[in-house]
């Protein structure tokens, strides 16, 4: 199955910036999609982005373009989320996750069938 760690969470101030990592381990996800998601109090978990594994393709929500990079280095089996400019609605609790579609980037959570355990972002105005 594998597991997901996220780490690099943290509370910074309204226009900072913080590198998420997801360290992969117990198998490969180099031929897996791997996706960002972020859930806040009271509200559904949401896509903020994603990457192919086989064209390194992203996808980002509207409300981060712009501002958040993903990229994945295969290599040390590790992905990341650059997030730049951060808002206080960008406050929320950042899952790492991989869906086994090697071409498609899914949007909903339920195609993601491994998570990691979630990193704190707080983001003060």
């Known amino acids: 199955q594998g597991q997901l760690v996220e780490s690099g969470g943290g509370l910074v101030q309204a226009g900072g910036s913080l590198r998420l990592s997801c360290a992969a381990s117990?198998?490969?996800?180099?031929?897996?999609?791997m996706g960002w998601f972020r859930q806040a109090p009271g509200k559904e978990r949401e896509m903020v982005a994603a990457?192919?594994?086989?064209?390194?393709?992203?996808r980002y929500a509207d409300s981060v373009k712009g501002r958040f990079t993903i990229s994945r280095d295969n290599a040390k089996n590790t992905v990341y989320l650059q997030m730049n400019s951060l808002e206080a609605e960008d406050t929320a609790v950042y899952y790492c996750?991989?869906?086994?579609?090697?071409?498609?980037?899914?949007?909903?959570?339920?195609?993601?069938?491994?998570w990691g355990q979630g990193t704190q972002v707080t983001v003060a105005s």
């Open positions: 117990g198998r490969t996800f180099s031929d897996y999609t």
């Open positions: 996750a991989a869906s086994p579609d090697r071409y498609y980037m899914p949007s909903s959570p339920t195609s993601y069938k491994v």
């Open positions: 990457i192919l594994s086989t064209t390194g393709s992203t």
